[in-house]
């Protein structure tokens, strides 16, 4: 490499020798005590050697400066790399805290947001459960309102019923008393006609006694007669017999209830004291 001739190298072992040559000179003179002066340097060798030794030196500095600029350029972009290097770093060291700072904030918002929906949902859940009570409770009032409606309109009924009850009876008892009273008017008055009718036959006794069972029909027509007791005289039983055919038709209520239950068919004890002779 130092031999190239383009490189400075050569000119530099050129000089080097040159300078080597002169001192050798100088010594040699000096050893053997000659006073001999030197023979002078040619000039155009002088002129080669320093043209040389600038060119070197020219060289030199301009390998210098080519070195240095590398130097410089490698170290620019060196700082360049390392620049370029710390702004990624940075770069992403704020993508990575951003990411960071993201996270964080979705999180939070989600935590929010969750702590929100737990709230609602609590508050949902408060509310049923106080709709739930409500509503129990208006049941339970409601329950109580129907309960004494029920109450008192049950008592109400019973109050009605035992009314009704007594007016029935009372309507009863008066309606019983007076078909009491009509059945015993009729009995009387059919009584009084059969024994207008009635002709006591020869040789009766007044202590003797005749029970008929009468059958009729609402207009008072006898329908049927017949002994049911007999007084032992056939012409006694005979006698009375024609007394209710001759009496009727006989007297009878309008009303059908009193003539079904007392004169639809009923029976008669006749004694000859009561009769017409």
Known sequence: MLLRPEG????????????????????????????????????????NVIQEENKAVK???????????????QQAARKAQEKRQRQQAEKKRQAEEKAKREQQARREREKKAQQQRDAEAAKKREQAQRREQQRQQQQRLEEQRRQQQLAEEQALLEQRQREQALQQRLQAEAAAAADAQAAATHTDLIRAQIEAAWRYPPAVQKNQQVTLR??????????????????????????????????????VPDNIRVFERQFRSFTMKFRPENALW
């Open 214 to 251: 009468l059958t009729l029909v609402p207009t008072g027509e006898v329908v049927q007669v017949e002994v049911v007791e007999s007084s032992g005289n056939r012409a006694l039983d005979r006698s009375v017999e024609q007394a209710v055919l001759r009496a009727s038709p006989l007297p």
């Open 59 to 73: 060289q030199r500095q301009q390998e210098a400066k080519r070195q240095a600029a590398e130097r410089q350029r």
């Open 8 to 47: 400075y190298g050569f000119p530099v072992l050129l000089a080097v020798l040159l300078h080597a040559g002169v001192m050798a000179l100088f010594v040699v003179q000096w050893d053997h005590g000659d006073i001999k002066r030197p023979e002078p340097v040619p000039r155009h060798m002088i002129a």
